[in-house]
Nanobody
Framework: VQLQASGGGLVQPGGSLRLSCAAS????????MDWYRQAPGKQRELVAA???????NYADSVKGRFTISRDNAKNTVYLQMNSLKPEDTAVYYC??????????WGQGTLVTVSS
């Protein structure tokens, strides 16, 4: 199982980014997939999740601004981030909480929101 996250970068406040998480070794659409983030000096926190049925949930801090989705043909999960704020600055990780009894993390991608 591998998760390859990409799409991070430097963006101005109010801007947008789309993160991608390419999965291999398992079928992403058949599992819960989520995105976490960890800001400097803070604990890792859940940002968004999508179930195999397509249901989604979000942290209160990103509701209305972030959207999690997936492309089954590409076995990839996305996190569209709009109206970014400086407090969104963090390393973002994609994650599979339970695949055959184990959880897996991607390598993380850095998002910096700054003017």
């Amino acid at each position: 199982v591998q998760l390859q996250a990409s799409g991070g970068g430097l963006v101005q406040p109010g801007g947008s980014l789309r993160l991608s998480c390419a999965a291999s070794g398992f079928i992403a659409s058949m599992n819960v997939m989520d995105w976490y983030r960890q800001a400097p000096g803070k604990q890792r926190e859940l940002v968004a999740a999508i179930t195999s049925a397509g249901s989604t949930n979000y942290a209160d801090s990103v509701k209305g601004r972030f959207t999690i989705s997936r492309d089954n043909a590409k076995n990839t999960v996305y996190l569209q981030m709009n109206s970014l704020k400086p407090e969104d600055t963090a390393v973002y990780y994609c994650h599979v909480p339970n695949y055959r009894g184990s959880n897996y993390w991607g390598q993380g991608t850095l998002v910096t929101v700054s003017s």
